[in-house]
């Protein structure tokens, strides 16, 4: 149980193009759903938090204009990186809670995004 | 807000030997502590938890300790296998947080064989 998917896996994408990636909870409703970036060799750095049908919460220096975050059903949100440069590059993951008295995460597999 | 810092960054370990990784975090109201593996190109997994009503736990080789007083908290793998090569991290997060985590550097664990 608790299985988290992303699609796709890995992107390549020419600068000023837009990248959408799919974050679902395959058997369970996530109530809360978090977008983390990673880059080579470091820690996971929280990108956005968002609960289903409302606006995201994004964390300080994070332009929400730039990651757009969806989350229109209890398992499904998605994260589009718009007019995408090549300082974009990095290894998106996304995880999900079942719910706010259930504090543990179930991350995806991540989505490794490049950007010529 | 919280910070965790984690301890060694890498580790290396001959096949068969116990490895411990630390943590120590610094918001006494923290609660819970899950502990994630991330293997090569892959997401982390959630591979033991604890929760601060609790001082140690164990899941066939691999155990977490908390000490609530002290702040730190720490992971031990006991008779290491090659698969058990990855980067760990600990975390740390605290009611009436949304349930946001917040996650050591890591470490990078090498078993020898």
């Known amino acids: 149980g608790a299985v988290v998917s992303q699609h796709p896996s890995r992107v390549i994408c020419k600068s000023g193009t837009s990248v959408k990636i799919e974050c679902r909870s395959l058997d369970f409703q996530a109530t809360t759903m978090f977008w983390y970036r990673q880059f080579p060799k470091q820690s996971l750095m929280l990108m956005a938090t968002s609960n289903e049908g409302s606006k995201a919460t994004y964390e300080q220096g994070v332009e929400k204009d730039k990651f757009l975050i969806n989350h229109a059903s209890l398992t499904l949100s998605t994260l589009t990186v718009t007019s995408a440069h090549p300082e974009d590059s990095s290894f998106y993951i996304c995880?999900?809670?079942?719910?706010?008295?259930?504090?543990?995460?179930?991350f995806g597999p991540g989505t490794r995004l490049l950007v010529l | 807000g919280e910070n965790v810092e984690q301890h060694p960054s890498t580790l290396s370990v001959q096949e068969g030997d116990s490895a411990v990784i630390k943590c120590t975090y610094s918001d006494s109201a923290s609660n819970y502590f899950p502990w994630y593996k991330q293997e090569l190109g892959k997401g982390p997994q959630l591979i033991i938890d604890?929760?601060?009503?609790?001082g140690e736990k164990k899941d066939q080789r691999i155990a977490v300790t908390l000490n609530k007083t002290a702040k730190h908290f720490s992971l031990h793998i006991t008779e290491t296998q090659p698969e058990d090569s990855a980067v760990y991290f600990c975390?740390?997060?605290?009611?009436?947080?949304?349930?946001?985590?917040?996650f050591g550097g890591g470490t990078r664990l090498m078993v020898k064989p």
């Open positions: 604890i929760r601060s009503n609790v």
């Open positions: 975390a740390a997060s605290k009611d009436n947080a949304g349930n946001m985590l917040t």
């Open positions: 995880s999900a809670t079942m719910g706010i008295l259930w504090e543990t995460q179930y």
